[in-house]
């Protein structure tokens, strides 16, 4: 899986910690999210695009 987490954070200035603590999950599970480590849950996912105001094919990618 490839996502776009880190450019999209860094874009709106956003730390892991941050943006974990707004979908309720732990900074490390960002951080495999962003190694492509940790496939998200469709609910994740769909928190996490909500955050970035994006849909979820735009910051997730599988392969």
């Known amino acids: 899986m490839i996502t776009k987490l ?7 200035n956003i730390t892991q910690s941050d943006l974990a603590k707004l979908v309720k999950v732990r900074r490390e599970t960002i951080s495999s999210l962003e190694k492509g ?12 695009a909500e955050v970035f105001g994006a849909k979820v094919e735009e910051l997730f990618f599988f392969d």
């Open 6 to 12: 880190k450019e999209q954070r860094a874009r709106m």
């Open 37 to 48: 480590k940790y496939n998200p849950s469709l609910k994740l996912a769909m928190d996490i």
